[in-house]
């Protein structure tokens, strides 16, 4: 303060500090004064003492009006000098804004950096946790074939192969059966296209591996092609048996279905083979009844209903045969016979009722 004291000592108006200051931008202090008097105030002018000297002071000239025709004016005196035409203030200041930015470049590179191996740490602890299996190829000749550059811990027991053995090889000379699989397919598709694709459950074999695999299959920017993938194989045995069962209980209905057909033809049947021994059994039983019926007539009679109601007495049987080998009760006997004597025994027990029908000529055979 005492040397802005000293320094304006002898002035009286704004005009003699012409040969004393100016500002930076070149103008007189006169001038200067003149043009921020209509304006009220004036913030932060850097002006600086005229003189011989290569260093040269510096101040900051603020002006403010406090009344109609009083302005006040202040002065700040800088540590700033200059060498050659160069303020070194500005210079220092420079270099201090940039020595921060190179700071804040710095930590900012650093807190990058720390994120970047985090998430390569994330990355690698994602890639090797994961329940399944991860492989990435790297497209080869023109993509026809998939050299594999990473292959995850979930990948090796999937496939029931070693990382070590499976990376820098290609696809079709570690899983050779690959060619034509819908794996190979998507991977030349996505390959191409560039769009994610999902593979349906297959099933691959070879002399080391087999099972169901289900796919999804994305390209990398790099051009990496990435499949995720998961053994099925326990889904789709479900799945199988699942469907098996579903055709055994189809064939089991339509069993079904088959035998109440058959039951109710049998019981149509049945009614008509009750119902002919038992008419022939009433009527003659009736007719029997008449006086006028020779011996001959009665006797005759009387031979029908015996026919019939023996008739009527095998099919009462033979039904209930039947029901009781559905049921369970009625025990079948495995035994060695004579199939002559057996068809010669029905020939002898139909032939008559055959040939009474006149439908056929009835011999008799032997085989």
């Given at each position: 303060m005492k040397e802005v004291l000293e320094l304006v000592s002898t002035v009286k108006t704004v005009f003699d500090l012409d040969d004393l200051l100016i500002a930076e931008n070149g103008l007189r202090f006169s001038t200067l004064t003149e043009q921020f008097r209509?304006?009220?105030n004036i913030e932060n002018i850097k002006v600086y003492v005229i003189g011989s000297s290569s260093r040269r002071r510096s101040f900051l000239f603020n002006a403010r009006t406090i009344e109609q025709n009083t302005l006040l004016i202040q002065f700040t005196e800088t540590t700033a000098f200059t060498e050659n035409g160069i303020d070194k203030a500005e210079?220092?200041?420079?270099?201090?804004?940039?020595?921060?930015?190179?700071r804040q470049t710095q930590?900012?590179?650093?807190?990058?950096?720390?994120?970047?191996?985090?998430?390569?740490?994330?990355?690698?602890?994602?890639f090797e946790n994961i329940s399944s299996g991860v492989a990435i190829y790297h497209p080869?000749?023109?993509?026809?074939?998939?050299?594999?550059?990473?292959?995850?811990?979930?990948?090796?027991?999937?496939?029931?192969?070693?990382?070590?053995?499976?990376i820098g090889q290609a696809l079709l000379e570690k899983f050779p059966n690959m060619r034509g699989s819908p794996l190979y397919r998507a991977l030349q598709e996505v390959n191409r296209t560039g769009q994610h694709k999902h593979?349906?459950?297959?099933?691959?074999?070879?002399?080391?591996?087999?099972?169901?695999?289900?796919?999804?299959?994305?390209?990398?920017?790099?051009?990496?092609?990435v499949a995720i993938f998961n053994d099925v194989?326990?889904?789709?045995?479900?799945?199988?048996?699942?469907?098996?069962?579903?055709?055994?209980?189809?064939a089991a209905i339509k069993k079904v279905e088959e035998t109440e057909r058959l039951k109710t033809a049998f019981l149509q049947n049945l009614s008509h083979e009750v119902r002919t021994p038992l008419n022939a059994i009433c009527g003659f039983s009736n007719l029997l009844r008449l006086n006028t019926l020779t011996p001959e007539?009665?006797?005759?009679?009387?031979?029908?209903?015996?026919?019939?109601?023996?008739?009527?007495?095998?099919?009462?049987?033979?039904?209930?045969?039947?029901?009781?080998?559905?049921?369970?009760?009625?025990?079948?006997?495995?035994?060695?016979?004579?199939?002559?004597?057996?068809?010669a025994e029905v020939f002898e027990n139909y032939k008559d009722d055959v040939e009474k029908k006149e439908y056929f000529n009835v011999h008799k055979f032997w085989i």
């Open positions: 209509t304006v009220g210079v220092k200041k420079s270099f201090d804004i940039l020595h921060e930015e190179l930590e900012e590179l650093t807190l990058t950096r720390m994120l970047v191996e985090n998430s390569e740490l994330s990355y690698l602890h994602l080869v000749d023109n993509g026809r074939d998939f050299r594999f550059v990473d292959f995850n811990l979930a990948a090796e027991r999937i496939t029931n192969s070693k990382r070590n053995e499976v593979i349906y459950p297959f099933f691959y074999k070879d002399r080391f591996r087999e099972g169901w695999r289900e796919n999804d299959i994305y390209k990398l920017p790099s051009g990496e092609i194989t326990e889904k789709m045995e479900y799945v199988n048996q699942i469907r098996t069962q579903n055709k055994e209980l189809k007539k009665q006797n005759e009679y009387i031979d029908i209903i015996n026919d019939s109601s023996t008739r009527l007495l095998t099919v009462i049987t033979d039904v209930l045969t039947i029901s009781s080998i559905e049921t369970g009760v009625e025990k079948i006997y495995n035994s060695v016979f004579n199939l002559n004597d057996l068809l």
